[in-house]
T-cell receptor, first 111, second 113 residues
């Protein structure tokens, strides 16, 4: 079965520093991978996806993610964090009938 | 505006009452998904529809949960005899053509007191 794991419950970074939010996946076949962000009391907003092609995927709000097949990882990155990036981030993998999500990583960016 | 509309945004109910939530998905797509998200957790798949047919419902949490999509457009999720453990955010999602992923509504937050 398709699954993803987010090994960190919490990530803290200072504003202006680079950030990384980690995700590993387990799939049979080619993975369709996604990152979503959630602000308090809101639904999930799409950030970026990997379907095929370049391993470095660029998305919304300056975020990017690197697909690494050998390490089965899909880490979310941003070169310079903003306080407004503070939110809950979810990695997800598309299955046949549904989408499976990780438990989420809370990102806090401090001024 | 994501194109997926959910009502109400918030619902507070007393334990034992029945509640119903509505989702209006992206109009051009025939699939619709329901998820539940508890505090601090990722969304958990509940059920999905293709048009009016409910193709997967084994993941509904108990027989108190039911969903319908009578005309293949909007959908409702009902919880009967609510319990405090049902308190959660209930999310509806719809695929977007050529997108491979889902677009989510803003959710309905249920609080059972």
């Amino acid at each position: 079965a398709q699954s993803v794991a987010q090994p960190e419950d919490q990530v803290n970074v200072a504003e202006g520093n680079p950030l990384t939010v980690k995700c590993t996946y387990s799939v049979s076949g080619n993975p369709y991978l996604f990152w979503y962000v959630q602000y308090p009391n809101r639904g999930l907003q799409f950030l970026l996806k990997y379907i095929t092609g370049d391993n470095l995927v660029k998305g919304s709000y300056g975020f990017e993610a690197e697909f690494n097949k050998s390490q089965t990882s899909f880490h979310l990155k941003k070169p310079s964090a903003l306080v407004s990036d503070s939110a809950l981030y979810f990695c997800a993998v598309r299955g046949y009938n549904d989408m499976r999500f990780g438990a989420g990583t809370r990102l806090t960016v401090k001024p | 505006d994501t194109g997926v509309s959910q009502n109400p945004r918030h619902k507070i109910t007393k334990r034992g009452q029945n509640v119903t939530f509505r989702c209006d998905p992206i109009s051009e797509h025939n699939r619709l998904y329901w998820y539940r998200q508890t505090l601090g957790q990722g969304p958990e798949f509940l059920t999905y529809f293709q048009n009016e047919a409910q193709l997967e419902k084994s993941r509904l949490l108990s027989d108190r949960f039911s969903a319908e999509r009578p005309k293949g457009s909007f959908s409702t999720l009902e919880i009967q005899r609510t319990e405090q453990g049902d308190s959660a955010m209930y999310l509806c999602a719809s695929p977007r053509e050529g997108f491979y992923g889902y677009t989510f509504g803003s959710g309905t937050r249920l609080t059972v007191v």
